[in-house]
């Protein structure tokens, strides 16, 4: 079943310099880039993003990270694509991710929590991926207008399922 995801790949992972080495991943795992934006994320888009978290304890970190630099935001599509993506991220604590993941691999810091921190250090895990159809539609309905998504054949489709 062709899907389409929403990945966010976190200012963590522009400036560690690994934007490379995870879209080549998706790709090699046959998987389609359909949109892509680069730029600082605004706390309005951000809040719209992450909703559901707003009264977390670890919202008011989260938010002060994504929106303090760079981030790609991006629309990946192929079989059973938002399983796949979660897996190759890994788990979303880097200190349990296993090694061959995104975040087992490259995304080492564990948060680290006092209690009573106000603001606890965020959490800097490179990635966020879609984890449900309903969420990836949300989510890429706040990023992208349809004219803005490409859809498209290539070459290796058949290869790929599609």
């Keep these: 079943m062709y899907q389409k995801s929403l990945i966010i790949l976190k200012p963590d992972a522009i400036q560690r310099r690994f934007v490379g080495k995870i879209i080549g991943r998706f790709e090699n795992a046959g998987l389609k880039i359909h949109a892509m934006k680069f730029g600082i994320m605004s706390t309005k888009k951000f809040r719209q993003h992450y909703a559901e978290h707003i009264d977390k304890p670890f919202y008011k970190s989260l938010e ?29 604590m880097p200190g349990k991710a296993l090694p061959g993941t995104i975040r087992g691999d490259f995304a080492h810091q564990q948060r680290t929590e006092t209690p009573g921190d106000e603001m606890p250090p965020p959490l800097m895990n490179l990635i966020h991926a879609s984890a449900t159809i309903e969420e ?13 998504i490409s859809d498209y054949s290539m070459a290796d489709d058949a290869f790929h399922g599609l």
């Design 64 to 92: 002060k990270y994504v929106t303090s630099n760079s981030v790609i935001i991006f629309i990946l599509g192929g079989c059973y694509a938002i399983d796949k993506i979660r897996l190759m991220a890994g788990d979303t």
């Design 136 to 148: 990836a539609e949300n989510e890429i309905n706040i990023w992208f207008s349809p004219n803005e």
